[in-house]
């Protein structure tokens, strides 16, 4: 069997790298990067975009997350250009405005329903409508594809949002569309309410991963476990295998793609203590049953891809590998970037 893991956000910023790593005990991990064979390129990739291209999804404007994902949740994607209209929260910090993502607040169904009533009455003239098919998971209907590309909610998330807002030749006309969705939420009373409880207001939309639905996919063999509900409409739309996340590598017996993005919403909010005690937990379950796998020759072989900072690194180690003994990188070094 061999099986592949995309882990984004396993290499700290390179600032913090001595200091997250230098005293935690991880062997099964450090045996495994340091036998494995490494590849790192700059890329322009995100952990979406691997995904995307494993089932063969092909680049529109944007990657078409949209309609795949508003299929996944019950609607009709047919005939209509879709974006995902996330809700978020924006936090005025000095001089810009972070983007807080849904992960990081409440929202129910009745208060999406609200949000979505507001926007389809005032937006109605311009062609819009809002559906929150889910309270965290919203889409909108557009008359026209917009000349614009977006970036993905999880890459802006926990950062200021100006160098990923909306480009192209519509752009400024998103900008001003952004601003005009921001006025609307701040005035109203479902956002009233959920400050006196002491929530985040949803005070804007976060537009992204547009296109109509593609066609002419098929499945792959590999099965996919993941949580990320974005990730598993990937594999339902072509039809190809996949189930939530196993709690355990044991729980594995087949060739698959395993999504562990345990790492990120730590990652994305520079919560460094997160950060490492999602790491010990992935050791524990994952990378110390997949080294005793390899060892034993029920693993034939296994590949580690991750996105960080702008680059793509692949280590890959077969059982054979393991007998590489004067490979003995520390694990800091393991887990820092080479190209510039």
Known sequence: MALQLLIPDLIPV??????????????SLSILLARASRNETLSADTPETVLYKHYGIQRQSDWPIAPIALQADGGDPRGHYWLRADPVHLRATREQLMLVDS??????????????????RHFHEDGYALYPLH???????????????????????????????????????WHRFYNEIQMLFFSLPVNEQREARGELAVNSLWCWGGGTMPGGLSSIDSKLWANDRDARALAAVTGSAYAPLPAHASAIGDPSLVYL???????????????????MQLEENWFEP?????????????H??????????????G?????????????NNSLKLIEK
């Open 261 to 279: 993005d345990t790492l990120s919403g730590a990652a994305q909010y520079a919560d460094y203590q997160g950060w490492r005690e999602a790491l």
């Open 135 to 173: 309270p965290k998971r919203w889409y909108m209907q557009l008359p026209q594809p917009p000349r614009i590309t977006t970036s993905t909610v999880n890459t802006v998330a926990g950062k200021p949002i100006d160098a990923f807002l909306p480009q192209g030749v519509d752009a400024l006309d």
């Open 103 to 120: 992960a990081a607040f409440n929202l129910d169904q009745n208060e999406a329903e609200l949000f979505a009533h507001a926007f389809n």
């Open 319 to 331: 059982r054979t590998d393991l007998y590489k003994l004067w490979r003995r990188e520390s694990l």
């Open 290 to 302: 997949l080294l005793a796998q390899l060892k034993s020759g029920s693993l034939s072989s296994l």
């Open 304 to 317: 580690i891809a991750t996105i960080a900072h702008g680059h793509t690194v692949n280590w890959h180690i």
């Open 14 to 27: 390179a600032e913090m790298n001595s200091s997250l790593l230098s005293d935690l005990h991880l062997p």
